[in-house]
């Protein structure tokens, strides 16, 4: 009788014996490989697909005609952007786009434009860096309220949460500590990011528990989705990215993280902590609406990476098959 009064007692003060912890829901895994893709060989015909946003091949027309389909174009003097004869393998066309960014002379290039507005989006595009540098920015997407046909600023201040959210997949190297181009990372801007240690708001990172080596010389299929938060008070929304047709990361409420400061943080798949999640906006009629491919080059951020003389370097980039979709793209298919 003894041995139970402790139990006993439980019971007593509590009214109902101790409960297990209630495990976290398992969520849906994300597909993998070949996506809406298998139905168009080559990309053909994908533009028509009903889940199809945007898709462009930079097949058709001059450089001068890229204006029509995109809002904003730059390219300085007229020598940063270029149709090259390199396409991935499985295109079924043959020029790519290609941005050349000279440090001291210019800071690269990009194409912008937006799309109607969504709650979940993916964003797939084929790049292949020439040169083994160290960029700034790089390709984003996001939302802007109102929509704008141009990208906006605000680096280093936090967004409200009902007028803009931005997303980059870009090439990191942490200060040197990888050889150039970098890791890929993601530099994010939203309404409960963390400031840096001086109060600033600078894009936060967001790495793969093993982030991916950015490669030199051969074409990557990358793959982003992102899905908004449902209700303006929830922390439900998500983040991922793929590598020829393989999941990196997932960003998602529960999945474990390391530390978290200005700075960003990594997942883990042990220790750490369970991420709070991704609330994306505190106003549902911010939605995502804009994709821009961008090659940001900037002195700066090469003597941050430990380059001494960054003067006159090279940065060279293609980009080819991008698609923004509704539903999950994945790589080209190839036609028999």
């Known amino acids: 009788m003894l041995r139970c009064l402790p139990l006993v007692l439980a019971l007593l003060f509590c009214g109902h014996a101790p409960r297990a912890a209630a495990k976290e829901p398992k969520r849906p895994a994300l597909p993998e ?39 904003e174009v730059k390219n300085p003097k007229g ?17 790519s786009l290609r941005v050349t960014a000279t440090v001291g002379e210019n800071t690269g290039g990009h194409v912008y434009t937006t799309y109607p507005q969504q709650e979940c989006v993916f964003l797939r595009f084929y790049v292949k860096f020439l040169d083994a540098e160290y960029w700034h920015h790089f390709v984003g997407l996001g939302g802007y309220r109102p929509k704008t046909r141009w990208p906006q600023g605000h680096a280093g201040t936090k967004p409200n949460g009902d007028e803009r959210f931005t997303v980059a997949i870009e090439p990191h190297g942490q200060n040197g500590r990888h050889k150039p181009p970098g890791i890929w990372s993601f530099y994010n801007y939203w309404c409960e990011m963390k400031p840096s240690a001086r109060g600033k708001h600078w894009g936060n990172g967001l790495l793969a528990e ?26 439900d929304g998500e983040l991922a990215f793929w590598l020829d047709g393989r999941l990196q990361a997932h960003f998602v409420k529960g999945v474990r993280r390391g530390p978290w400061t200005g700075g960003g943080f990594q997942l883990r798949r042990e220790g750490g902590e369970p991420f709070e999640g991704l609330r994306w906006r505190n106003d549902e009629r911010l939605k995502a609406n804009f994709v821009v491919l961008s090659s940001y080059v900037t002195a700066g951020a ?17 980009f080819d098959n991008v698609v923004v979709a509704r539903q999950y793209v994945g790589p080209l298919a190839r036609e028999p």
């Open 302 to 318: 090469m003597r941050r990476n430990r380059v001494k003389d960054p003067s006159g370097r090279v940065l060279r980039v293609l």
């Open 210 to 235: 093993s982030p991916p080596k950015v490669v030199v010389g051969r074409w990557q299929c990358v793959e982003v989705m992102v899905k908004l938060n449902s209700k303006p008070e929830l922390r």
């Open 79 to 95: 020598t940063v952007l270029a149709f090259v004869q390199d396409v991935p393998g499985g295109a079924r066309g043959k020029r």
């Open 33 to 71: 490989g070949a996506g809406l893709s298998k139905l168009h060989k080559g990309d053909r015909g994908i533009a028509r697909h009903k889940s199809v946003l945007l898709a462009e091949s930079f097949e058709d027309g001059a450089l001068k005609d890229l204006a029509k389909r995109w809002s």
